[in-house]
């Protein structure tokens, strides 16, 4: 014998189902939005290690924008983060000194013999600001263009997060870019 279904109890269920259904239909949409704005924006990095400094030192915030990664728009004496080449789950923030065919200054500072080496095609040279601390280029030698995941653009800093902007000139100084900055101060919080 079958037993009727109590019409109270069938529109309970329907109406919890679709909630559900919403919920989870609103959890997927808002997952792909996020993924493309992290993946095609850009996003919010914690820099850790002194390879950058001084302009940008351990436990920095700095926004990454993926835009100009897609857009081949890269250019010399531009900050990025690059995945690592030794551990692909590990980030690199460096600054890129030679772009493909551009002859880059190998050796340190200090050497006497200053060796070069041409940027293969598909591939930057990146170096660290703190040329005597900064595990770069010249340990593991151009890296591929692809490793490259966007560059950075904003800087987030102290314990107020003021957002300062850096616009950058550049001078191509014995082999090696020389930094000076100008920062404007977008939003206090």
């Not at 095609?40 to 990095?45: C, D, L, M, R, S």
């Not at 950058?52 to 728009?73: A, G, Q, W, Y």
């Amino acid at each position: 014998m079958v037993k009727a279904l109590n019409p109270a109890s069938v529109e309970m269920f329907r109406q919890v189902l679709g909630k559900t259904l919403g919920f989870v239909g609103y959890t997927i949409q808002y997952g792909c939005i996020a993924h493309c704005a992290f993946e095609y924006i850009g996003e919010f990095v914690v820099c850790s290690g002194p390879s950058m400094e001084p302009t940008i030192v351990n436990h920095d915030i700095v926004f990454n924008e993926r835009m100009s990664r897609h857009l081949c728009k890269i250019e010399k004496g531009d900050i990025v983060i690059a995945k690592s080449p030794f551990d692909p789950h590990m980030n690199i923030c460096k600054r890129v000194v030679g772009l493909e065919g551009d002859k880059v200054c190998t050796g340190a500072p200090s050497d006497l013999f200053k060796t070069h080496t041409y940027v293969p095609k598909g591939h930057v040279w990146l170096e660290g600001d703190n040329l005597t601390n900064s595990s770069d280029s010249r340990n593991y030698g151009p890296i591929p263009y692809a490793l490259i995941r966007g560059r950075v653009c904003l800087k987030v800093i102290g314990e107020v997060f003021w957002l300062f902007i850096f616009f950058y000139k550049f001078e191509l100084a014995h082999s090696r870019i020389c930094l000076s900055y100008a920062s404007m101060v977008l939003a206090p919080s």
